[in-house]
């Protein structure tokens, strides 16, 4: 019975710690690449809106030019791999 719980207690330990990895913060180097990138797009957005994904990014609230806003996702490498109008 001890075995059991310490299993479950084990099992439970590791699953909050990745799903807290899930929310890790962006660091500053890729957050001035991602900036950069978005400014070569004729793009903005605020820092706060970058979250980090399974496969890469997602930026909430991208103002581009011309005025239309989108959710932007991109990969690792800070490709975009896709684009919703909001």
Same mark, same amino acid.
């Given at each position: 019975?001890?075995?059991?719980?310490?299993?479950?207690? *084990? #099992?439970? !330990?590791?699953? /909050?710690?990745?799903?807290?990895?899930?929310?890790?913060?962006?660091?500053?180097? @890729? $957050?001035? *690449? #991602?900036? !950069?990138?978005? /400014?070569?797009?004729?793009?903005?957005?605020?820092?706060?809106?970058?979250?980090? @994904? $399974?496969?890469?990014?997602?930026?909430?609230?991208?103002?581009?030019?011309?005025?239309?806003?989108?959710?932007?996702?991109?990969?690792?490498?800070?490709?975009?791999?896709?684009?919703?109008?909001?």
């Amino acid at each position: 019975m001890k075995t059991s719980i310490m299993a479950v207690t *084990a #099992i439970i !330990a590791f699953s /909050t710690s990745v799903f807290a990895a899930g929310e890790e913060e962006v660091s500053v180097e @890729t $957050e001035a *690449a #991602i900036m !950069a990138k978005l /400014t070569a797009m004729e793009c903005q957005m605020a820092p706060d809106d970058i979250e980090v @994904t $399974e496969d890469g990014f997602e930026l909430d609230n991208v103002i581009c030019k011309g005025g239309k806003q989108f959710d932007i996702e991109l990969d690792g490498d800070l490709n975009e791999t896709g684009r919703r109008a909001e």
